[in-house]
């Protein structure tokens, strides 16, 4: 004797698979957003970060620049004008290679002095002439993202 037992066929899933079908989806989704924003944070970040370099670079260069024009002579006279002063040398986007050395004034960057034309960049610049042999010039750029405060030191 046979006995066959024939379960009942199923149509349709039940509101409980539904759910849980739908948790999961959600929880992929917002791992996927997260991930999105994070990465996308990350890229402004780097590109801000290497703006500020290119600009602090471009500050160097105006400091190279000088000391070659100039001569060691004239350029260490300049520059100890401004070293040991607690005041950093402002450089705007209005710097070029012709703008003389000796007219920069020696005061920090103002609250509408940036470097750079979408006025997020601020570049400031110390002068240490150590003796008639050595000058060390720091160029640091900072800007700020939201609440922070970042900067990038050459």
Not at 38 to 49: E, L, M
Not at 58 to 83: C, D
Not at 88 to 95: E, P
Request: hydrophobic share 45%.
């Amino acid at each position: 004797m046979n006995i066959f037992f024939f379960k009942k066929k199923q149509n349709g899933s039940t509101l409980i698979e539904i759910m849980i079908a739908v948790t999961v989806v959600a929880v992929v989704m917002v791992s996927i957003v997260a991930a999105m924003t994070v990465s996308i944070r990350n890229t402004v970040v780097a590109k801000q970060r290497a703006l500020a370099t290119k600009l602090g670079q471009e500050g160097m260069e105006y400091f190279r620049s000088q000391r070659n024009l100039l001569g060691w002579e004239s350029f260490y006279g300049i520059v100890t004008a401004y070293s040991g002063k607690s005041a950093y040398i402002c450089l705007d986007k209005n710097l070029s290679i012709t703008t003389p050395l000796s007219s920069l004034p020696a005061t920090p960057c103002g609250a509408n002095q940036f470097a750079d034309p979408k006025q997020i960049f601020q570049r400031s610049v110390s002068v240490n002439a150590f003796n008639p042999n050595e000058v060390d010039v720091t160029v640091t750029t900072t800007w700020q993202d939201g609440t922070l405060s970042h900067n990038s030191v050459l």
